[in-house]
């Protein structure tokens, strides 16, 4: 597909959605542009410029390049002038009713090929598509934040979206530079589902009176760029929070067990980086413990479990979940390879150890899905 061939419409001016809209523009596309609040679209173009000049100032970008891109953006009042546009993809507020809103008031004016996709990290692609009048032509595009920097993107389909709404979306975003991983509609997508047990097994770790800075320092040490405790701290616990209760609400098992230490550092305000506290920030990890090895096997059996399940429930491979791990959380080995490290042998040992040695609110946290 060439860029010039078709428009990219992108309704959200917000992290994602600007993010979004110069990840198309940047390579070449047509993009129409809108937000409800107005502010947002009038600053659009003064904030993409902004995103783009420290890069032309170090010489990644050409001043050239930039203009052209600022060009490829035209930022329009109502999401109706999106019209012309043969993919629209959606980065508004995260509620089912604002999407659904969204998309309906669409359908009554784009053409009934136009693929509507939504970028909720959340929500039930199955659910935004229901009760519209074409609803084969909604799927799921993740892109993860930032947009520009972040290979990623996972593309959902439901059960009722085409084969023609897939390829346009996934040529379109392959055109502009991202990985596309397939997956079905399940919540948490593959990145923020599989991710689950970094953060998890390391607050039981904590639970079970570990410090912060051992459990990062084993994950450091295993070559990982960030260990779970600061990841959290990096992202806020209030997110991380939020993400595990999602999934936890949505598939309900203890393997998305929400820890009270977690909530304990929610109701106290300490989020991590932007309110200056969390579980390990300011400080850093110290060296690794003696066991480093341990927790670090812990943590990759735990995530390779979930990995498992995933890939049991169908819709994705093996190779789709390691790479996007790869890419959405920067992990040095999926979890497939991870396990194959180790050898399944001593992964499934290690989760049954956990098993055998879970509290009653763990307990068929670690078993592996049926075969
Ligand atoms: N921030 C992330 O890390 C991240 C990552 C992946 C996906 N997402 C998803 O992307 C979407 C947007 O997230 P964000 O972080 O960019 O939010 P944001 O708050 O930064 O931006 C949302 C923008 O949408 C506008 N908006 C809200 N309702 C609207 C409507 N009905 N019509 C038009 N514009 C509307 C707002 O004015 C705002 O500018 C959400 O669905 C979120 O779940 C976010």
């Not at 993809?89 to 604002?98: D, M, R, S, Y």
Request: hydrophobic share 50%.
């Amino acid at each position: 597909m060439m860029p010039e061939s078709i428009t990219i419409g992108v309704v959200g001016l917000g992290t994602m959605g600007l993010g979004i809209a110069q990840v198309f523009a940047a390579a070449g596309y047509k993009v129409l542009a809108t937000d409800a609040h107005e502010p947002a679209r009038a600053n659009a173009r003064a904030r993409l410029r902004a995103a783009l000049e420290p890069r032309v100032a170090k010489g990644a970008l050409t001043a050239e390049a930039m203009e052209a891109t600022l060009a490829n953006l035209t930022v329009v009042d109502v999401p109706e002038a999106l019209a012309l546009a043969s993919l629209i993809i959606e980065a508004i507020l995260e509620t089912l009713p604002a999407k659904q809103t969204l998309f309906a008031a669409l359908e009554a004016v784009i053409a009934p090929e136009t693929v509507l996709a939504t970028n909720t990290s959340s929500l039930s692609v199955t659910a935004i598509a229901e009760g519209l009048n074409h609803p084969e032509r909604v799927l799921g595009l993740h892109f993860f934040n930032p947009a520009p920097v972040m290979k990623l993107v996972e593309l959902v389909a439901h059960p009722g979206t085409t084969e023609a709404a897939l390829t346009l979306a996934r040529t379109a975003t392959e055109t502009a530079g991202k990985t596309i991983i397939a997956c079905p509609d399940r919540p948490g997508f593959i990145v923020n589902r599989c991710a689950r047990p970094y953060y998890g097994e390391a607050l039981a770790l904590l639970e079970e009176g570990r410090t912060a800075s051992d459990i990062d320092a084993s994950m450091l040490a295993a070559g990982y760029r960030i260990g779970p405790l600061s990841l959290i701290d990096l992202i806020g616990a209030d997110i991380n929070l939020a993400a595990t209760e999602g999934l936890q609400a949505a598939i309900h098992h203890p393997r998305y067990h929400v820890f009270d230490v977690l909530k304990a550092q929610v109701a106290a305000g300490h989020l991590g980086r932007k309110t200056g506290r969390g579980f390990l920030f300011p400080d850093v990890p110290a060296a690794a413990p003696k066991d480093a090895a341990e927790i670090a096997l812990r943590i990759e059996a735990t995530l390779a479990n979930e990995a498992a399940w995933l890939l049991s429930e169908g819709g994705v491979t093996s190779e789709g979940i390691d790479k996007a791990l790869k890419l959405g959380l920067n992990f040095p080995r999926g979890p497939f390879e991870a396990a194959a490290l180790h050898h399944a042998d001593l992964v499934r040992e290690t989760l049954e150890r956990l098993e055998a040695a879970a509290p009653p609110h763990l307990k068929t946290r670690y078993l592996p899905p049926s075969t």
